[in-house]
């Protein structure tokens, strides 16, 4: 099967709002990790969520409530939901699995699957 395909981002205004896609067929119906991790130009690809089968979530602290994950596992889809958004938050953003039902651990090198991601942008 092919790999995540991330939709959703844009260009916001500081405080706006987003709500990233990531079509990701068997992974999520069949109950796999899926993470979202973001790559800002420069830094280190950092995770911003993760979502178990459950529906289980964490979040990175920088996400201070911010954001919230979810999935549907009849749609295939898992979404990231943004809001507050700042400069700070400007990054690709990037959907990733990998054949494990746990999501720890998060690191971006534990994670083998990866779509192309998805640009967010935010102005002042």
């Known amino acids: 099967q092919g790999g995540p395909v991330e939709s959703g981002g844009g260009s916001v205004q500081s405080g706006g709002s987003l709500r990233l896609s990531c079509a990701a067929s068997v992974f999520v119906s069949t109950g796999y990790c899926v993470a979202w991790f973001r790559q800002a130009p420069g830094k280190e690809r950092q995770v911003v969520a993760t979502i178990e089968r459950n529906g289980s979530p964490t979040y990175a602290d920088f996400v201070k409530d911010r954001f919230t994950v979810a999935r549907d596992n009849v749609a295939e889809i898992v979404y990231l939901a943004m809001s507050g958004l700042g400069p700070e938050d400007t990054a690709m953003y990037y959907c990733?699995?990998?054949?494990?039902?746990?999501?720890?651990?998060?690191?971006?090198?534990?994670?083998?699957?990866w779509g192309q991601g998805t640009q967010v942008t935010v102005s002042s």
């Open positions: 990733a699995t990998r054949y494990t039902y746990s999501c720890s651990p998060s690191s971006a090198d534990k994670f083998n699957i």
